[in-house]
Nanobody, 123 residues
Framework: QVQLVESGGGLVQAGGSLRLSCVAS????????MGWFRQAPGKEREFVAAISRNSIVKQYADSVKGRFTISRDNAKNTVYLQMNSLKPEDTAVYYC????????????????WGQGTQVTVSS
């Protein structure tokens, strides 16, 4: 079992930046591939970014490529999502997720989820 807690969300103007953090407890984070997802009101949860256990492989949704960066610090049991050049369409609840079997971009394949953190981008 692993517990995930996200933080760092908030209200920001378009063009601004935020850094989300996801702290894991219960088990060592280094054994999990990690992903960030988001869900806007009335929409399905969608993939944002994912990172392999050793940080060698990173994947991004086309909508965030070049603007968002996923990283992890296994010593701190923490995964980050640096979000730059934010747009109003980035507004959503952002979730981090952990999966033991390997990196994937599909939400249903992730076993553990945090409670989410709200990101609101004003125009």
């Amino acid at each position: 079992q692993v517990q995930l807690v996200e933080s760092g969300g908030g209200l920001v103007q378009a063009g601004g930046s935020l850094r989300l953090s996801c702290v894991a407890s219960g088990r060592t984070l280094s054994t999990y591939a990690m992903g960030w997802f988001r869900q806007a009101p009335g929409k399905e949860r969608e993939f944002v970014a994912a990172i392999s256990r050793n940080s060698i492989v990173k994947q991004y949704a086309d909508s965030v490529k070049g603007r968002f960066t996923i990283s992890r610090d296994n010593a701190k049991n923490t995964v980050y999502l640096q979000m730059n050049s934010l747009k109003p369409e980035d507004t959503a609840v952002y979730y981090c997720a952990a999966e033991l079997s390997g990196l994937t971009t599909t939400p249903i394949e992730y076993t553990y989820w945090g409670q989410g953190t709200q990101v609101t981008v004003s125009s």
